[in-house]
């Protein structure tokens, strides 16, 4: 499962996994991906629009998401926030618990259970004790550090778990496997114009199934998917070029003047000019 790696995740130096404390400016925008680790964020200032398998959840201070392997997630920040970002390879869970597949985690953070709410306070102060023994790394940090991630995941497997039939499991592995090869391929002619049927033969579909099959599983059209990573790449250019706006514009495959700067100001709340000033 290691090749479904849509966002590259560095491992930390000395631990088998991703901590990091994040600060997000802000207009910040991650568009659909997936990967094979299990990912929780827990927000310590400002706002978070997170999206996961279609469902859109709005985050705030004190705040956490877990983020099941494979989900197909995006983000969207518009004022700024900061958070506490802890990824988990699913290979590294599966060394002391073989069946971590066969589970899937869903945490309430609304719930009026107090014996819930007393987990969920839990997970939250470990993840603050977490990030404060990496940040200062004392001697011996890293026996520290697995301990707690080790007590984040038993509260999660113990609280807020349940079991995934696995005929359902392989299904939607099957899925990923073309909305992979999709992804891929958009990725790398993003630039070039890309018709439903030619999408849609290159996973082996017809255009009518296709369409509805990337819509149920990426929440969006395909047209407005591929516009969207268009965008991502216009953003970057934007912020780190001098480029005229029209050349990065047409640079990047986007030639509908109108079109464009309508979706702009959707996605990230001003202009294109606004957005580089």
């Known amino acids: 499962m290691e090749q479904y790696r849509h966002e590259f995740i560095d491992k930390n130096e000395m631990l088998d996994l991703h901590l990091d404390f994040f600060i997000d400016p802000g207009q910040t925008v991650v568009n659909k991906h997936f990967h094979d680790w299990i990912e929780i964020v827990y927000l310590t200032h400002g706002d978070l629009e997170i999206q996961v398998n279609n469902k859109t959840t709005q985050l705030k201070v004190n705040d956490f998401v877990v983020i099941n392997p494979m989900s197909i997630h995006s983000t969207r920040c518009m004022g700024g926030n900061t958070a506490i970002l802890l990824q988990i390879p699913i290979s590294f869970l599966e060394k002391f618990m073989p069946d971590i597949r066969d589970y899937s985690f869903c945490v309430d953070l609304e719930s009026k259970d107090a014996k819930v709410q007393t987990k969920l306070a839990n997970i939250r102060s470990t993840l603050?004790?977490?990030?404060?023994?990496?940040?200062?790394?004392?001697?011996?940090?890293?026996?520290?550090?697995?301990?707690?991630?080790?007590?984040?995941?038993?509260?999660?497997?113990?609280?807020?778990?349940?079991?995934?039939?696995?005929?359902?499991?392989?299904?939607?592995?099957?899925?990923?496997?073309?909305?992979?090869?999709?992804?891929?391929?958009?990725?790398?002619?993003?630039?070039?114009?890309?018709?439903?049927?030619?999408?849609?033969?290159?996973?082996?579909?017809?255009?009518?199934?296709?369409?509805?099959?990337?819509?149920?599983?990426?929440?969006?059209?395909?047209?407005e998917y591929l516009n969207m990573v268009r965008l991502e790449k216009i953003y970057v250019d934007l912020l780190n070029t001098n480029m005229p706006i029209k050349d990065i514009q047409e640079k990047h495959g986007f030639y509908n003047d109108k079109v464009f700067r309508r979706m702009f100001k959707e996605v990230y709340g001003c202009t294109p000019r606004e957005a580089r000033k």
């Open 128 to 223: 603050q004790d977490l990030w404060i023994n990496y940040e200062f790394q004392v001697e011996g940090y890293v026996f520290r550090c697995y301990s707690l991630i080790f007590e984040i995941i038993y509260i999660l497997v113990h609280s807020f778990s349940y079991k995934v039939d696995r005929k359902e499991r392989q299904k939607n592995e099957k899925n990923l496997e073309r909305i992979q090869t999709i992804i891929e391929y958009v990725e790398e002619h993003y630039q070039e114009p890309i018709s439903i049927p030619e999408i849609a033969g290159l996973v082996g579909l017809n255009e009518i199934y296709f369409s509805r099959f990337f819509k149920n599983n990426m929440g969006m059209t395909f047209l």
